[in-house]
């Protein structure tokens, strides 16, 4: 008997509970608590025990899943769960993940993972297309924005300068400045410390009266900078701030860029794929010019954490930069196949594009489009509510789905928000706006609907009353 493997019985019993318990789970949502009170005496309780000598079982560990993980989580798949850029999984999602676990491919190179490796592709060229880009872009599914946003500028780096592995910054050179917006992520500054440019490197470019970066300051800062002796070589533009969802003027940002002979990297994380509408077209269509992009299949293709995604318009770039050679790594190339471990940092990949190629087989690239349309609408929605009620106040344009208010004369609304969670209203989240604090809802959930954000508005009218 292999002491690491279910028995047949086993298996049954397990793959029973497992469904009952998606199934509760999926049964109870709509009474769930968003954000429920931890059982901190459990997970006390949890966290004193030491990992048994001898296994619970199947049925105990199920049982501990029960009556101590999933009370103590918070509950994501909530329709009215609004605080961050964070959807639910899709249906499919737990079964795909299942499978992915099952079969355990190391998604490096192709030996390893050969139908992972098409999957990955399929996927990745799905996505540029989306963005505009050209048949020679590549990229790679990651953890999430921030590391894709990482990824991005060090790919940036080895492009821009010269022996950048061989020397990378060591070296009697001035130094290269980043530019970005004051409402950028981040990730942006995080990337930036860790690749070694240094805070004192990146300039925040103040913004417009629609809270996009303002390209006039932009200009300026840059050529400031040359003027000083700097260098300046990468722009991080932002389609869909975190804040307010605003979307920087890519196709001037584009312009100038060109102009300047800067990279252009957009953090599309929060709203480039609202591309798959072509009403979004006009105001986004500037993506297609960036060098490199950030994309989110965790946020607006609803995958379970994590899928994030870098894309890079000339690919061969992106492999410049992480391709190494290993001899105990050798494999006959292949056309059909990617070796991805030359296309980022990581050796060992999980097999993330399975839950996000999985989804869109099931449910179509239509079924997204009109999900996202969907928040979209429902957004405008509670603005147009909020608009039209006496002592609310929206503090930025809707731009996405990012709704940003403030109730009339509350200078604090830190315990509106805990009663709005606790009364299990909704969990929004705060903001604050060109110096004004307020509540931020961001409608990033396929499970919200119109009564959802009725109940919420109904709240907020007694509030404001």
Request: glycine share 8%; hydrophobic share 45%.
């Amino acid at each position: 008997m292999n002491e690491l493997l279910l028995t047949d019985d086993e298996r049954d019993r397990a793959g029973a509970r497992l469904l009952a318990l998606l199934d509760g789970y999926e049964r109870g949502l709509p009474k769930a608590e968003i954000l429920p009170e931890p059982d901190r005496a459990k997970l006390a309780g949890l966290l004193a025990t030491p990992m048994p000598e001898q296994g619970v079982g199947v049925d105990a560990l199920f049982d501990r899943w029960e009556d101590t993980i999933l009370p103590s989580s918070t509950t994501v798949a909530h329709p009215r769960f609004l605080a961050y850029v964070l959807g639910p999984p899709n249906g499919i999602a737990p079964y795909a993940e299942a499978v992915a676990a099952a079969i355990n491919q190391n998604c490096n190179f192709w030996q390893l993972s050969p139908a992972a490796s098409v999957v990955e592709r399929s996927v990745l060229e799905w996505l540029a297309s989306v963005v505009g880009f050209p048949s020679t872009a590549k990229g790679i599914l990651t953890g999430g924005g921030s590391l894709a946003t990482l990824q991005a500028l060090a790919t940036a780096l080895h492009d821009r300068v010269p022996d950048f592995h061989a020397t990378g910054l060591q070296r009697d050179a001035a130094p290269l400045v980043v530019y970005t917006s004051v409402e950028a992520h981040r990730s942006v500054d995080k990337a930036a410390a860790i690749l070694g440019i240094g805070l004192d490197n990146v300039r925040h470019i103040a913004t417009d009266g629609e809270h996009r970066m303002d390209v006039h300051r932009l200009r300026a800062a840059i050529e400031q900078d040359r003027r000083d002796g700097l260098r300046p070589w990468c722009v991080v533009a932002t389609c869909g701030t975190v804040s307010t969802g605003s979307v920087d003027p890519l196709d001037a940002i584009a312009d100038l860029c060109e102009d300047q002979d800067l990279w252009l990297h957009v953090d599309g994380a929060y709203g480039a794929l609202f591309l798959l509408s072509e009403g979004m077209r006009e105001l986004m269509g500037g993506c297609a010019r960036a060098d490199s992009i950030t994309l989110d299949p965790h946020k607006l293709l609803y995958a379970p954490l994590e899928a994030g995604c870098l894309l890079v318009r000339d690919g061969a770039k992106l492999r410049d930069a992480y391709a190494f050679d290993s001899s105990y790594l050798t494999v006959a190339e292949d056309p059909l196949m990617t070796d991805y471990m030359d296309y980022g940092p990581q050796l060992s990949r999980s097999f993330k594009a399975f839950k996000v190629w999985s989804a869109l087989q099931a449910f179509g690239v239509d079924a997204f489009r009109k999900a996202n349309e969907r928040t979209l609408a429902l957004a405008r929605h509670l603005a147009e509510g909020i608009e039209a009620t006496e002592g609310l106040t929206l503090l930025a344009p809707v731009t996405l789905t990012a709704v940003c208010f403030a109730v009339d004369g509350l200078p604090d609304h830190g315990p509106l928000l805990q009663e709005l969670a606790a009364e299990n209203i909704a969990l929004l989240g705060p903001v604050v706006v060109q110096g004004k604090r307020g509540i931020r809802a961001c409608v990033t959930n396929h499970r919200t609907s119109t009564a959802d954000i009725d109940l919420i508005l109904d709240r907020l009218r007694r509030q404001a009353g």
